[in-house]
């Protein structure tokens, strides 16, 4: 019997593995980008709830309209929607939008030319012009005539779509007033544009969104000519600029004003109108 040399023996390596038991894959970044997007979607729901109105509906409107062909401005219905606000470009588009919604309307179609829109420093201007015999008014008081309650409805449901703040206006002519008692031209262009005011919020408008109600009486004539003259007496609806141009325009607004105060002539004594 031979006897092996143990030089000859055959060598056996051992390696033993360390540390973590097993490959993981990837599922772990699967589920910390679930964490990560969860944390996001709760702060963005945090900023939401601590944000104006305005902004709230410019994410709403961009959610209607992710591709932004609808508006320039937010929702795009009819070309004009929720947004952060009319600028001053656009409001030749809500002019004719709000033209064209009154030309669709038989019953309003009649009235288009009592019906006067002009883009001022301070707004979208919309003038509701009496003829002699009252159109949107009843004579002299401030009750609404049917015509007068669906041509403020309509300009409600429209406006309301808006970001913007609204600015009503009461105006009256220089005749005098027929009542005996204190109630003036003042009360009388005051009642008016808060039974404007009443009628477009009961018809759309949020109650945050009339910004002013104001009465001028006789001060402020379409036509400081004739001041007698029927469409004197109106109801002025102004649509506010976007605050991103509200600044600018409002120094434009201020030296309107000024230049309508110097070509009114106030004739002397007169304290009443229709």
Do not use: C
């Amino acid at each position: 019997m031979s006897v092996q040399n143990p030089d000859n023996a055959p060598i056996i390596i051992v390696k033993k593995k360390g540390g973590h038991g097993g490959h993981h894959g990837g599922a772990w970044k699967v589920a910390y980008a679930d964490f990560v997007t969860a944390m996001m979607a709760l702060f963005i729901v945090l900023w939401l709830m601590n944000t104006s109105d305005t902004v709230k509906q410019a994410v709403a409107g961009y959610f209607r309209d992710p591709s932004g062909k609808g508006a320039a401005q937010g929702s795009g219905q009819g070309g004009i929607g929720e947004g952060i606000g009319i600028g001053k470009s656009d409001m030749n588009k809500l002019k004719e939008k709000l033209e064209d919604a009154i030309k669709q309307m038989p019953e309003m179609a009649a009235l288009k030319d009592q019906v006067q829109m002009t883009v001022t420093g301070e707004g979208l201007r919309i003038e509701l012009l009496e003829k002699e015999v009252g159109t949107f008014f009843e004579t002299g008081n401030a009750q609404p005539t049917g015509p007068g309650e669906e041509m403020l409805h309509l300009l409600a449901a429209e406006l309301a779509r808006l970001p913007n703040l609204v600015l009503i206006e009461g105006h009256t002519d220089a005749r005098p007033f027929g009542s005996k008692d204190a109630y003036t031209n003042w009360e009388l262009s005051t009642d008016r544009a808060n039974a404007a005011r009443r009628l477009m919020q009961r018809d759309g408008l949020r109650s945050d969104q009339v910004a002013e109600v104001r009465g001028y009486a006789d001060q402020r004539l379409r036509k400081p000519d004739e001041p007698n003259h029927a469409s004197n007496r109106r109801i002025s609806v102004t649509v506010k600029y976007g605050p991103a141009e509200g600044a600018a325009s409002q120094q434009q607004a201020v030296a309107e004003e000024r230049e309508e105060k110097a070509d009114v002539s106030k004739p002397g004594g007169h304290t009443g109108g229709h």
